[in-house]
């Protein structure tokens, strides 16, 4: 239940940012100009990369390691049915997750003729039904 849980608010928290994106996005180009897009999401990424790496960084710890303290080559991990699970999970979600990312904001623009504000205005919502699902505890359906 603890991991379910801890799943849920990582999905959630991934889809939050996909929430704000679009009214951002939107709100950014009407105010400044579509180039301040890209300038300020790098620079938020920055400081938010700054700020993790301050909080959680662990200097004695190295990635991939077993309880023995043995490192575990990438390719054993396809021997755990668990990774298989996850592949095959995203195998089948990611291809509508990246319909609503990517095609989603040009199909309201192009085949429904909304402009930017528009797009921006609803573009966050099967987000926000993705975020309200994973912090429900269902983050593999959602």
Request: proline share 6%; charged share 15%; aromatic share 22%.
């Amino acid at each position: 239940a603890e991991r379910a849980m801890a799943m849920g608010m990582v999905n959630a928290g991934t889809a939050v940012g996909a929430v704000i994106a679009p009214p951002a996005i939107a709100y950014i180009i009407a105010a400044l100009h579509w180039r301040w897009v890209f300038f300020l999401a790098g620079a938020v990424g920055l400081v938010w990369s700054v700020w993790w790496w301050k909080t959680y960084y662990v200097p004695d710890a190295t990635p991939g390691e077993k309880a023995e303290g043995q490192a575990i080559p990438w390719l054993n991990l396809l021997g755990y049915r668990q990774v298989w699970g996850l592949l095959f999970a995203k195998f089948l979600s990611d291809a509508a997750w990246y319909f609503y990312l990517f095609w989603l904001p040009k199909y309201l623009y192009d085949a429904r003729g909304f402009d930017t504000k528009r797009v921006g205005y609803y573009a966050w919502i099967p987000y926000r039904a993705s975020a309200a699902c994973a912090a429900a505890g269902f983050p593999a359906v959602c």
